[in-house]
């Protein structure tokens, strides 16, 4: 029988945002929470509590070289980010060896002009390569110094079940408030059963992820490859094996260019290259897609348990967040477009959502999750939606049918009623 784990965390209190504390008990780790009731602001509010962590924005720092070590992630945390999420990190980092150039970008524009607004961009970069236990360090040391600011640490390990067990164990002794587990990273290291080897084979997920819940006493995301048929199958296993949420989506897997000069692939590492992982405002309307599938799934089978939601995938603006949000999302994901517009970034984003908001007369991130989720259905019931609204114009439709059936009693009335039908 497995045994009870217990883990209790209180957060002093934050300047900005309520009191929360949190308690967590295996096997379920999300626990309770206790919230000081705050005086109504002007601005919508924008906090949110997911899997019982209290987060004064839904604006989450993405795993990626955004989160590579303490200084970018304490400058995270200053500029008001939400949480911040790590770069990936594994037991034995000098197994990790990255190449340069690492990235490549897509602009739009003639013949990818080098002055378009980038609008794709590659990585074929792997998970962090510094040792863990200078990531521990680091990690330690953010907490110490922002014990109410929600730090979550991606990890990745092989298929070795010891392995995932020391990972978590040694992880958790720095205080960090949650796990995103990299089951999706689309490039390097497939040999080893890492990334997305995990997140394209149910079978292997089901299993890796039972070895993790069984271990973690804080609550756990998966962390969804879009490089499958359906999103949904992985997500499902995730969720039936513990976790408290996912997480979606990882990069595309892309070639992005050839160069017509040197007929060499980009990004160039010594004349060659390898696919990696797209990203940026092209995959939008990608990660939207996967999104509501996920949503909806979650919606269907879940609507009973308190699972989450991270969206991911080309978010530069309020809007395209509130568009993740209004699909279900708790929180959402920005790493390319920190990459390319900074850490001050979040403050538009803040501003933009905001004011979104406020056209809609909303005064809190509940009051429009998920409100546009109902309004997806099949090809079929769209055909039949319309036939049904064509007929009811029919009957209801007022005017003169054709210009034959004129009276001659003012034309003009008489044209513009036949032309407003």
Request: net charge negative; aromatic share 6%; charged share 20%.
């Amino acid at each position: 029988m497995e045994s009870l784990r217990f883990s209790a965390h209180v957060s002093t209190p934050a300047p900005d945002f309520p009191v929360t504390r949190r308690a967590v008990l295996a096997p379920n780790r999300i626990g309770f929470r206790v919230s000081a009731q705050s005086e109504a602001a002007a601005e919508p509010d924008l906090s949110v509590t997911v899997n019982g962590l209290k987060m004064p924005n839904p604006f989450v720092i993405g795993s990626g070289p955004p989160g590579t070590n303490y200084t970018v992630m304490k400058r995270a945390f200053n500029e008001g980010w939400g949480a911040v999420i790590a770069k990936t990190v594994s037991l034995d980092s000098s197994k990790v060896v990255n190449v340069t150039p690492r990235y490549a970008r897509l602009r739009a524009g003639a013949n990818g002009s080098p002055k378009g607004q980038i609008i794709g961009w590659q990585n074929i970069e792997l998970i962090s390569d510094r040792p863990l236990e200078t990531m521990l360090k680091e990690f330690k040391q953010l907490k110490e110094e922002y014990p109410d600011r929600i730090l979550i640490a991606s990890i990745m390990e092989e298929y070795n079940k010891a392995a995932w067990e020391e990972l978590i164990d040694r992880v958790e002794q720095t205080g960090i408030d949650a796990f995103e587990i990299n089951f999706s990273c689309p490039h390097g290291m497939p040999e080893r059963k890492m990334g997305a080897a995990v997140g394209q084979d149910c079978a292997l997920l089901e299993e890796v992820c039972g070895w993790i819940n069984a271990k973690a006493t804080v609550p756990v995301w998966a962390k969804m490859t879009p490089n499958i048929t359906d999103i949904t199958q992985p997500a499902r296993v995730s969720l039936q094996a513990g976790c408290e949420g996912v997480a979606a989506i990882n990069t595309i897997m892309s070639v992005m260019g050839i160069n017509l000069d040197t007929l060499r692939p980009e990004p160039c590492v010594e004349g060659y290259s390898t696919p990696g992982g797209y990203s940026a405002k092209a995959v939008h309307p990608i990660a939207l897609a996967k999104v509501m599938s996920i949503a909806q799934m979650m919606k269907k089978e879940f609507a009973d348990k308190d699972l989450s939601l991270s969206a991911i995938g080309g978010v530069e603006t309020g809007n395209d967040a509130a568009e993740f949000i209004l699909l279900g999302a708790n929180t959402v994901q920005v790493c390319t477009g920190v990459m390319m517009h900074g850490y001050g970034l979040v403050k538009t984003l803040c501003s933009e959502l905001q004011e979104f908001m406020k056209k809609h007369n909303f005064s809190s991130i509940e009051d429009f999750r998920g409100a546009s989720l109902d309004y997806f259905t099949t090809h079929m019931d769209l055909v039949a939606r319309q036939q049904e609204a064509i007929r009811e114009r029919k009957a209801t439709k007022k005017g003169l049918q054709s210009d034959r059936d004129w009276t001659g009693d003012g034309f003009v009335k008489e044209s513009e009623s036949m032309v407003s039908n």
